[in-house]
């Protein structure tokens, strides 16, 4: 895998790995929330089932498709911590009370269909394995994953975020994943490629949304809006179109880059890191200064 190494990262947190200059070179942000896979020994001793079920959780190697765009400079930042340590695409409250102890009392806690679902903050279940965990967490273990690695995260997204309006006049976040591969649609049709995610249109403004579209279907791809996922806490909590920052989730289909198994790159990784590029230059090259505020009303 030395191969797909990309260059040293600016900054090394125990939270991310961060590439790009201070001030971000391009109006787009990357973020890489589920590629984490550094899976320390408490963690493991923690759960119920073995590393490979945890792993099942990961977005596996979506860090890989920005590669090209990290070693020509773009601002990326990547989960160094596994999605079953801490979902950093949930709210800090999305919790499950019957995963903790010690909850404080006065603790407000969010509920949602993906926590009811298994899938909260420290995620509790996966299909064919009912608990992943051993027994509940402390509270205080839980908020020191929130301290030193929920709240870092999204604090440098802020940042880079906040620099590359400053600088560009506007900023886009692309939120990056991957996802297992969709069923046909009812009517016999071709299930999407990739699924863009806006919130309906609250975090992003409608032309960059159609505009990846275009860029997707130009490279051979279906892609689907908002459909089955419109977004999550990441583009929710950083996607402030009417503050000139804008927000959009990208899915893609993990069978396109990895192989078989789904589990190591795959002979399509070239072509989906080429769409990954185009999406980001396509995007950074739209929504110019001087028609900024139109188009962000």
């Known amino acids: 895998m030395d191969h797909f190494l990309p260059p040293r990262p600016v900054e090394n947190n125990p939270a991310f790995d961060r590439y790009g200059s201070d001030v971000p070179a391009h109006p787009i942000v990357l973020s890489i929330p589920h590629a984490g896979r550094s899976y320390d020994s408490d963690l493991l001793a923690r759960a119920r ?20 765009l990290i070693e020509r400079g773009y601002s990326v930042v990547v989960a160094r911590a596994p999605r079953a340590m801490i979902d950093l695409n949930r709210h800090e409250r999305e919790v499950d009370p019957g995963m903790v102890t010690g909850l404080p009392r006065e603790m407000a806690l969010r509920t949602s269909q993906k926590l009811r679902g298994g899938l909260g903050l420290i995620p509790r279940r996966l299909a064919g394995a009912a608990e992943l965990w051993r027994g509940p967490l402390p509270w205080a273990e839980v908020a020191r994953r929130i301290d030193t ?9 802020d940042r880079l975020l906040k620099a590359a309006r400053d600088a560009h006049g506007h900023a886009i976040l692309i939120d990056l994943h991957s996802m297992p591969p969709l069923p046909p649609t009812a009517a016999g049709q071709m299930s999407p490629s990739l699924v863009l995610g806006d919130r309906f249109g609250q975090t992003a403004a ?4 159609t505009l990846a579209g275009d860029v ?26 009417a503050h000139a920052i804008h927000a959009l989730q990208v899915e893609i289909d993990r069978a396109f880059y990895l192989d078989i198994a789904l589990e190591q790159p795959g002979p399509g990784l070239a072509r989906m890191q080429a769409l990954v590029s185009a999406l980001a230059e396509a995007l950074a090259n739209d929504l110019p200064r001087a028609d900024f505020a139109m188009a962000a009303e």
């Open 49 to 68: 089932v073995g590393p490979e079920v945890l792993r099942r959780l990961e977005d596996r190697w979506a860090d890989l498709l920005a590669l090209p």
């Open 149 to 157: 690695v929920h709240r870092p995260y999204h604090a440098v997204l």
């Open 206 to 209: 409608a032309r960059l949304t």
């Open 216 to 241: 997707a279907a130009g490279h051979g791809f279906l892609a689907a809006q908002n459909h089955p996922y419109a977004g999550d806490h990441m583009i929710e909590r950083h996607g402030k179109p």
